[in-house]
């Protein structure tokens, strides 16, 4: 390669560098919830592959037996309630009020989200579900219906959690401070969402994570969708 090769490689190579850090600095919940899309992907993918292997059921099963000397009706209950309220009616109560915030505000594109996005989610849960016909532990503390992989409840949590966080970080506050709480509590609610399923046996934790996975999944092809959606003039950012 001559020196004026290498002047011009040099030269793209920096401009190249330059426009991907404009690129970040400007889209960086787009850069985020790609990287998340491509993590919680293949997280599913790994855990659906194994799911009919016993070495992992026999994982499943010495989890369950690990929690099983904790319980008590305080953590019963807790668990029992997180659980609810991602039902309805206690989902449209918690819904309610950003829905009517966005229309206040004119927001019409993280409005459609919100109400497309978790519907669409348990529709997907559902035949997911079905494909995979993964049989529910025996030892369930509490009545469930249904197949067990992944968990609904983990896939259901983290898209409606997700999408209230983000929208209350994105078009609520610009405060920073004030993010990072309603962030550790978005993170907090799904978490335990999970964890709460587990508690009650009611899931495998395979089932969990593999739905923490799927929800990511869903959650971030959502939130790219919103980022990259064109902005009409009467709608604010």
Known sequence: MTPLHDERWAQFAGRAYRGSREWL?????????????????HVFIEFAEEVNNPTLLLIDRLILDLLRPHRSDLLHHLSVGLSAV???????????????????????????????????????????????????PLTAVVDEIGYSFPSGHAMGATVLYGL???????????????????????????????????????HYASDVVAGWAAGAFILSGTLVALETWPVRREEPE
């Open 25 to 41: 600095r400007r889209h960086r919940w787009l850069a985020a919830a790609l990287i998340v899309a491509g993590i919680a992907l």
């Open 86 to 136: 991602v039902y309805w009616p206690w989902v449209a109560l918690l819904v309610t009020p950003f829905i009517a915030f966005l229309l206040a505000t004119g927001r019409h594109r993280p409005l459609i989200a919100l109400v497309i996005a978790p519907p669409g989610a348990i529709l997907i849960m559902h035949l997911v579900k079905t494909m995979f016909g993964r049989e529910r």
């Open 164 to 202: 209230l966080g983000y929208i209350a970080c994105r078009y609520m506050t610009s405060n920073r401070v004030l993010r990072l709480p309603i962030a550790a509590l978005t993170m907090g609610l799904i978490v335990a969402t999970g964890l709460a399923r587990v508690y009650l046996e009611v």
